[in-house]
């Protein structure tokens, strides 16, 4: 089983900045991408930047520019760094987490934190 623990979300005013963490335990395959998706209320949860393993990342177009996705394979944690943030990325943002299956060639399950609050506004 793996669990994913979220911190660092909060109140920030419109051009701020705020780093959100999350740390990953359990089983987790030496080949995985980790990311963050949002969900703000009646919409539907999108994809903000996703990271690999080995490093590549991709990022939301309504980001790009703005926020910076890292990780630290030894302690198992991705990050986000949040500049620049506007209204509009007032969410809740989760994380989530997929394992290569070798042996099969697929990816895994989805796994997903338990949501970080970021609100923007003056």
């Known amino acids: 089983q793996v669990q994913l623990v979220e911190s660092g979300g909060g109140l920030v005013q419109p051009g701020g900045s705020l780093r959100l963490s999350c740390a990953a335990s359990?089983?987790?395959?030496?080949?995985?991408?980790m990311g963050w998706y949002r969900q703000a209320p009646g919409k539907q949860r999108d994809l903000v930047a996703s990271?690999?393993?080995?490093?590549?990342?991709n990022y939301n177009d309504s980001v790009k520019g703005r926020f910076t996705i890292s990780r630290d394979n030894a302690k198992k944690t991705v990050y986000l760094q949040m500049n620049s943030l506007k209204p509009e990325d007032t969410a809740v943002y989760y994380c989530?987490?997929?394992?290569?299956?070798?042996?099969?060639?697929?990816?895994?399950?989805?796994?997903w934190g338990q949501g970080t609050q970021v609100t923007v506004s003056s």
């Open positions: 990271i690999t393993s080995g490093g590549s990342t």
């Open positions: 359990g089983s987790i395959a030496s080949i995985n991408r």
């Open positions: 989530h987490l997929q394992s290569f299956q070798s042996l099969l060639y697929r990816w895994g399950p989805d796994y």
